[in-house]
């Protein structure tokens, strides 16, 4: 098991001190379940590691934005990553501050632009000129300085999933790595801007250090020529995309990652420039899991299917990019097992959660699917009109409901008929 706080005792699968099958019989399948502990656990470690150094956690609301997962990690001092106006809302309504926050995203809207602004974030990520103008135009109408740092783009391979990999040239994200410099100086000479920092986002899943040394370093040559320019960056943020173990992955440790990049700033002669992360994946992944009721077995030929109550709507990951998830039974069985693919009940061949499983499964046992608490729920839709799970936080002893199961008629209550 990839994290503590998801154990079995004498062969039950419990989460925290509650046993996941309780869950599954007072809430219903399927189940987000997230561990508070482990949250905790995993922004602890970024955290500990940046003491004592001018460096921030930001946490990417994309992969987990639940409120309550959001006020855990707003207890612990964190600040977030946002890439829209709903995730400022979230972060608001969660007790988060928009001073600790920053507004990444391709395609900021001018009232997303606007809204932030009235908030008062801490720092907009612009990907582009055309996007510069827009915020230099909103700021002026509302007689403010915005506070930018330029996404850079700086061409290394991120050596991972082609969709999730974002620092390469063919990739429609940041400013072009040799575009860069020029562009600064566009900024610097716009009246509402106020030019604070540089940023950069080199991809997901990433589980070397390595691409992150190579992005840092061109950063920062990069800041030297701009600070040459007259310009003063107070804080280079490298992103997030830290990996996770699914399978048999070894990303670095947090903490060794953390640290690691923070002694390299240090040797390029810029230990007391503000280094800001933006972790997701690596705060919430491990620390969430989707449970799930065996509805059928049905099998076959070639292949044996085990029919779940889960589907590509409540997890994507699978479908999307063939992603790995651990599934492991809830309560261990002593029968030997078979070989299944686990698929949900969406009319799509693409509909499977895991393939070629070796699982001791009867009808009506329940499942985990692991590693699930990033890009899972956040990525659920109502395809196939099928409502949305509830989501859980376990702390200790205790679980509580941090967000409902939706219902069937919330679903079209905003549709309606023709009037003849
Ligand atoms: N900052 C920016 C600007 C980002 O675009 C992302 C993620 C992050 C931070 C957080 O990255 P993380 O630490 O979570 O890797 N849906 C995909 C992942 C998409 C990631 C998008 N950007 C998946 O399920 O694997």
């Known amino acids: 098991m990839n994290d503590s706080a998801f154990h079995y005792v004498d062969g039950a699968l419990h989460v925290e001190g509650v046993p996941a099958a309780s869950l599954a019989e007072q809430f219903g399948t399927p189940l987000y379940v997230y561990s508070r502990d482990a949250l905790t656990r995993a922004y602890r470690a970024y955290a500990d590691a940046c003491a004592g150094r001018k460096a921030t956690v930001h946490v990417a609301v994309k992969a987990n934005s639940n409120l309550a997962v959001l006020n855990v990690f707003e207890r612990l001092g964190a600040g977030f990553d946002i890439v829209s106006s709903g995730e400022l809302a979230r972060v608001l309504a969660a007790g988060g501050k928009a001073s600790n926050t920053v507004f990444?995203?391709?395609?900021k809207s001018a009232a997303e632009m606007r809204e932030a602004l009235e908030a008062g974030v801490k720092c907009f990520n612009v990907e582009s000129i055309p996007e510069l103008h827009a915020l230099n135009e909103v700021a002026k109408s509302l007689g403010k300085k915005a506070p930018v740092s330029l996404r850079v783009n700086p061409d290394v391979g991120a050596k991972t999933h082609p969709y999730i990999s974002t620092g390469l040239k063919s990739n429609k994200f940041?400013?072009?790595?040799?575009?860069?410099?020029?562009?600064?100086?566009?900024?610097?000479?716009?009246?509402?801007?106020?030019?604070?920092?540089?940023?950069c986002h080199i991809g997901s899943q990433i589980t070397e250090v390595s691409p992150y040394l190579d992005a840092?370093?061109?950063l920062l040559d990069l800041v030297e020529q701009i600070e040459s320019?007259?310009?003063s960056i107070r804080h280079v943020d490298v992103g997030g995309g830290l990996g996770i173990t699914y399978d048999d992955e070894t990303p670095p440790d947090i903490g060794d990652f953390v640290r690691t990049l923070l002694a390299h700033f240090e040797e390029r002669g810029h230990g007391q420039r503000e280094v800001y992360f933006e972790p997701g994946r690596s705060l919430v992944g491990n620390a969430g899991v989707l449970l799930t009721r065996v509805e059928y077995l049905k099998p076959g030929e070639e292949k044996n299917f085990a029919?779940?109550?889960?589907?590509?709507?409540?997890l994507a990951r699978p479908a999307m990019y063939e992603a790995f998830h651990r599934i492991v039974p809830v309560i261990e069985r002593k029968a030997s097992a078979r070989l299944y693919d686990v698929v949900g009940p969406v009319c799509e061949s693409g509909d499977w959660l895991g393939r070629d499983r070796e699982l001791a499964v009867e009808q009506g046992d329940l499942l985990a699917i692991l590693s699930a608490?990033?890009?899972g729920f956040v990525m659920s839709s109502n395809y196939n009109t099928r409502a949305r799970?509830?989501?859980?936080m376990v702390d200790g002893e205790r679980a509580r409901v941090v967000r409902e199961r939706e219902e069937v008629k919330q679903l079209f209550a905003g549709e309606s008929i023709l009037p003849d």
């Open 373 to 375: 608490g990033a890009y």
């Open 174 to 199: 940041g400013v072009a790595f040799g575009d860069a410099r020029a562009t600064y100086r566009e900024a610097r000479d716009m009246a509402n801007l106020d030019v604070v920092g540089i940023d």
């Open 104 to 107: 990444s995203g391709v395609g």
């Open 307 to 314: 029919i779940v109550d889960a589907a590509m709507n409540d």
């Open 389 to 392: 799970a509830a989501e859980i």
């Open 229 to 231: 320019d007259g310009m």
């Open 216 to 218: 840092v370093d061109k």
